[in-house]
């Protein structure tokens, strides 16, 4: 696509609106520096060629003058030997300051030649010292980031387990007081049945067995329920406890949470993110392709077919090492659909579209300050960020584990730290692996 774009010494409006910036620079830098190589080209031909018929002419007219010497008072040619008129120079004196001069000249030379490999060095030496310094630099700013997320987590843990235990002295006050409401009641009835009863206390002998065993159901009744009251608080502190254990081995996000997905859910969602049929061994492919790929996509069908023929025998898209899409892959979204996926992501989050712009991909990255749009070039055999990166790669995967530990570009300093997956039940690749 560069070799294309430098060869016309023209992009399309289209493509450069998906460029950000530094990439519109460097592609405009490397464009001007085409323009004047071919200018110095026709220069240069121009000076080899032959001469023009006007210099012809003159060259032939100056062959054809004659030399005239001069002369001297005697009417003879005028002739001056160096060294023997008064004020001149002895020949030893002339060829001594022609070789001091000489030598000078060669000093002057090997100087030069010596400065050029000592400037070498220390720029050499520098900057490899400037590289050491921004390793060490980004490895202490990934340990202090480390220690903050574990600090972080410790928190977390530490008020869930605090909102645990509140909520269980909450339901057990309210289990207790559920149950003292309960004995009040119990002990008024009971009050009642004891002053019925010794008011009915001449009453038959049968009166009194049937109020005995009135008496006793009620106590068993009460039993029972105290029996169950205390299975319930039994029951809830178990509870409590498995939920404690399941906050610091789990997600402790998600403990007060309803899960969202059910089993079916869950496994239409892996079989989703899988291909059982693709195999790295047995790689599709198009034989016998009667036409080649116009110079850039001209529908989305288009693109669909050249990712189908191209870049699933390229394994694109796909884990290093199984058959499983990579999470931060994504269909053909557009820039908008990026963004918003990305918009509450923290910085470094990214995701990787195919693109509808040309043969290849669309890198969308989110910064501190707004998101970035970097476009993968895939028209070649090889994969890299169109103007920007000079690193070439051989697969897709392959660029993208490179810069999540060596920045895009210099100025921005972007790494990929955190991919943005699917959100979606219905992946928007479906597409293109159909």
């Not at 002053?195 to 039993?223: P, T």
Request: charged residues 35%; contains cysteine.
């Amino acid at each position: 696509m560069l070799q294309q774009i430098l060869l016309d010494l023209y992009i399309d409006p289209e493509l450069l609106a998906e460029l950000n910036e530094e990439q519109k620079h460097i592609l405009f830098y490397k464009m001007r520096e085409e323009q004047v190589r071919r200018w110095e080209e026709r220069e240069q031909g121009r000076q080899e060629g032959k001469l023009s018929p006007k210099r012809t002419r003159r060259f032939q007219q100056s062959n054809r003058k004659h030399v005239q010497w001069l002369q001297g008072s005697d009417g003879e040619v005028w002739v001056w030997i160096m060294g023997e008129a008064p004020g001149d120079k002895t020949y030893e004196q002339i060829s001594e300051e022609l070789l001091a001069e000489r030598a000078r000249q060669q000093a002057q030379k090997e100087a030069e030649e010596l400065w050029k490999q000592k400037e070498a060095e220390i720029t050499k030496k520098f900057r490899d010292a400037m590289a050491k310094e921004k390793a060490r630099i980004v490895a202490e700013k990934w340990k202090i980031e480390a220690e903050d997320r574990k600090a972080a987590k410790l928190v977390e843990e530490e008020k869930i387990q605090e909102e645990l235990k509140r909520r269980e002295e909450e339901e057990r006050q309210r289990g207790e007081e559920q149950i003292r409401k309960q004995e009040e009641l119990r002990a008024q009835e009971l009050y009642m049945s004891l002053k019925a009863a010794h008011q009915c206390s001449k009453c038959s002998e049968k009166e009194d067995h049937e109020w005995k065993e009135q008496l006793r159901r009620s106590k068993v009744a009460d039993e029972e329920r105290s029996h169950k009251a205390r299975q319930a608080r039994d029951e809830y502190r178990r509870h409590s406890l498995r939920a404690i254990r399941k906050g610091k081995v789990a997600d402790l996000s998600n403990l007060f949470q309803a899960t969202g997905l059910n089993i079916k859910q869950e496994t239409k969602l892996a079989h989703s993110c899988t291909i059982p049929s693709l195999n790295a061994a047995t790689p599709i492919s198009s034989p016998n392709k009667a036409w080649q790929w116009p110079q850039r996509p001209l529908s989305r069908e288009v693109v669909i077919q050249w990712f189908k023929e191209e870049e699933i025998p390229r394994r694109a898209g796909l884990e290093r090492n199984s058959n499983a899409i990579a999470p931060w892959f994504h269909g053909i979204i557009s820039r908008q659909e990026a963004e918003e996926l990305l918009m509450n992501k923290p910085e470094g989050t990214f995701l990787v579209r195919v693109s509808d712009k040309i043969w290849g991909y669309a890198l969308s990255y989110r910064h501190h300050n707004g998101f970035k749009h970097f476009l993968v070039d895939a028209s070649g055999d090889f994969y890299s960020f169109l103007g920007v990166d000079p690193n070439r790669h051989a697969t897709l995967t392959d660029l993208i584990d490179f810069h999540k530990e060596e920045i895009i570009t210099s100025s921005g300093g972007e790494l990929l730290l955190e991919p943005c997956s699917q959100t979606k039940s219905t992946p928007d690749y479906n597409l293109l692996f159909e």
